[in-house]
């Protein structure tokens, strides 16, 4: 009985996505800031380097018309709509492969389902548009 109730207070909480910020910032610092720099700005160590530079992510919203695309920048991190810079369609970062289980949304409605890791790094990313 205490099992059962246990059983349906956790289907009431429903899927509700944990969306770690500090966690985003975190990865963030470890995986990209190589390149888009510990501020964001696109000057990491390694963006001379590059034939591309990397760009701005604090504005990302500015540059989609002011609305933050989730699921596109979610794609565009895990490699399925591929950037050459991040290893093409297999990305540098290894932490992308982890389990594919979270949902975000797009404020369009745009759905994929993604890792915890990129929709940490995702909210991360929207918490500091310009
Ligand atoms: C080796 C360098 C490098 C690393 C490491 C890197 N990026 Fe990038 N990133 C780039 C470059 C260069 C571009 C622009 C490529 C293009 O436009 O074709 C880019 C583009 C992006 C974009 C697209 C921005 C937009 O306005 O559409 C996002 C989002 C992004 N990177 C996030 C990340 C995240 C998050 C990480 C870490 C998990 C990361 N990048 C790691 C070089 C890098």
């Not at 009985?1 to 429903?14: C, D, E, H, T």
Request: charged letters at 20%; glycine letters at 12%; aromatic letters at 6%.
């Amino acid at each position: 009985m205490r099992g059962a109730l246990l059983a349906l207070a956790l289907l009431a909480a429903g899927p509700a996505v944990a969306q770690d910020a500090t966690r985003g910032a975190r990865l963030f610092q470890e995986n990209c800031a190589v390149c888009h720099g510990a501020g964001l700005r696109g000057d990491g160590p390694m963006a001379e380097l590059l034939v591309v530079p990397p760009p701005d992510l604090t504005r990302i919203a500015a540059r989609y018309d002011g609305v933050f695309p989730r699921a596109g920048i979610a794609w565009k991190i895990d490699g399925r709509d591929p950037i050459l810079s991040h290893g093409g369609d297999m990305p540098l970062f290894g932490f992308v492969f982890s389990e594919m289980s979270e949902v975000i949304a797009s404020p369009g409605g745009q759905t994929v389902l993604t890792s915890r890791e990129v929709i940490d790094i995702v909210t991360y990313l929207e918490s500091v548009q310009e």
